[in-house]
T-cell receptor, first 115, second 111 residues
Framework: DGGITQSPKYLFRKEGQNVTLSCEQNLNHDAMYWYRQDPGQGLRLIYY???????QKGDIAEGYSVSREKKESFPLTVTSAQKNPTAFYLC??????????????FGPGTRLTVL | QKEVEQNSGPLSVPEGAIASLNCTYS??????FFWYRQYSGKSPELIMS????GDKEDGRFTAQLNKASQYVSLLIRDSQPSDSATYLCAVVTSGTYKYIFGTGTRLKVLA
């Protein structure tokens, strides 16, 4: 059963803590993305990766870090430097980043709340 | 000017009617256009992609693209209460990989 999984579904973070959100896909997609969604706003790109061991900053990368050691996995760490991390985090993947193979498919999301 | 604009709604239509959702974009060189449906508390689900001018139909959904006027629309025929959701328009700007998302239009289908 192909798809994108994210865990956990809900995450609570205390001030000053780093937390890591998991994203795994078995679609054999090369490209993976992390977005943040806040109420009343469009999705904003945090980081993306076109290939293993390579990733690029998106529009709002400050306070976040990622790794891409395996094609299937693209974890996102929300660091204590991210001042307002409460949001809905969405992972997506696509066959490629350009051309007609750039349809992005989303995982179920992780809702992060800072206590 | 926002890069991708959508009316936030809510757009209310009676069951069985045609729902028409619109999206305008600012980058004339944009090449790829997508419609996503997002139920409350859930992640976006891709429902249509369109790359060339004209209409593209898939079941009850029709996407329409007019690059000269820089708009893309989504028609939902025979609207059902289960179509009630927020519909996100996404555009890939020219020369990049990046999706630019609109803020979405909330659709309410009244039974």
């Amino acid at each position: 059963d192909g798809g994108i999984t994210q865990s956990p579904k809900y995450l609570f973070r205390k001030e000053g803590q780093n937390v890591t959100l998991s994203c795994e896909q078995n679609l054999n997609h090369d490209a993976m993305y992390w977005y943040r969604q806040d109420p009343g706003q469009g999705l904003r790109l945090i980081y993306y990766s076109q290939i293993v061991n390579d990733f690029q900053k998106g529009d709002i990368a400050e306070g976040y870090s990622v790794s891409r050691e395996k094609k299937e996995s693209f974890p996102l760490t929300v660091t204590s430097a991210q001042k307002n991390p409460t949001a809905f985090y969405l992972c997506a993947s696509s066959i490629a980043t350009r051309g007609f193979y750039n349809e992005q498919f989303f995982g179920p999301g992780t809702r992060l709340t800072v206590l | 000017q926002k890069e991708v604009e959508q009316n936030s709604g809510p757009l209310s239509v009676p069951e069985g009617a045609i729902a028409s959702l619109n999206c305008t974009y600012s980058d004339r060189g944009s090449q790829s256009f997508f419609w996503y449906r997002q139920y409350s508390g859930k992640s976006p689900e891709l429902i249509m992609s369109i790359y060339s001018n004209g209409d593209k139909e898939d079941g009850r959904f029709t996407a329409q693209l007019n690059k000269a006027s820089q708009y893309v629309s989504l028609l939902i025929r025979d609207s059902q209460p289960s179509d009630s959701a927020t519909y996100l328009c996404a555009v890939v700007t020219s020369g990049t990989y990046k999706y630019i998302f609109g803020t979405g239009t909330r659709l309410k289908v009244l039974a």
